[in-house]
């Protein structure tokens, strides 16, 4: 198991990851660069370390292609791949560790730690932390394919519309047809990401009518 990271500043996470979406991209994440951003306490540079282990920058601190992604409009989605990503371990353990207890999140750390009860709690708030700032579905939300696939679509078996013969005796038309589509959205979804839901559907059930037309 990975030595998981923490910070003290957990409260703090929230602030810097704004910062990574809304100000330039610098050469690299130093205890420099984070003063300019406001971020002058002795113990914020422990959120380098964070930000290090799920990717938004590399062992020598510069900015990773996740960090130009995160800037994007699906930043929730890219930081839940980079969470997953970093994380792995716990994840592979506990699929929904997104949604896990503090009391199962805080046993599985302290197996990988030599850490004491303050260090565990910070590990646990700190991966708490960036969970509330993550969303942990597909980041292509235009992927309807992927998107109403598995739990979240549970598509109801098309139904037959009765037909009677014609009144000429010639044969009947085509049978109707009738299909219903069933969506279960996750209590976790942005508003944003069932906008792009509704907006994939519509794409995808009436795009051929409106080129015919």
């Known amino acids: ?113 030599t850490g004491g009860e303050q260090v565990i709690r910070q590990t646990v708030q700190t991966f708490k932390s960036l969970v509330e700032e993550a969303d942990f579905l597909p980041a292509d939300a235009n992927d309807l394919n992927v998107l109403l696939t598995g739990p979240l679509h549970t598509p109801a078996a098309p139904s037959m519309a009765p037909v009677s013969p014609s009144a000429n005796g010639g044969s009947p038309p085509h049978p109707a047809v009738h299909i219903d589509i069933q969506i279960h959205i996750s209590p976790e979804s942005s508003a944003e990401q069932i906008d792009k839901i509704f907006e994939s559907m519509a794409k995808h059930l009436y795009g051929s009518k409106s080129e015919q037309s």
């Open 1 to 113: 198991m990975p030595t998981y990271p923490y910070t003290p500043v957990t409260g703090k996470l929230k602030g810097l990851l704004q910062k990574v979406r809304t100000t330039g991209i610098p050469p690299k994440l130093t205890t420099a660069h984070l003063k300019t951003l406001g971020f002058t306490s002795s113990n914020d540079p422990s959120m380098i370390n964070v930000l290090k282990f799920i990717g938004l920058v590399d062992s020598s601190t510069i900015p990773t292609s996740l960090w130009s992604e995160y800037r994007g409009q699906n930043h929730r989605a890219v930081l839940g791949k980079a969470i997953k990503q970093g994380y792995s371990d716990l994840f592979a353990l506990y699929p929904d560790a997104n949604a896990q207890s503090a009391a199962v999140l805080t046993h599985v750390f302290s197996t990988s730690s």
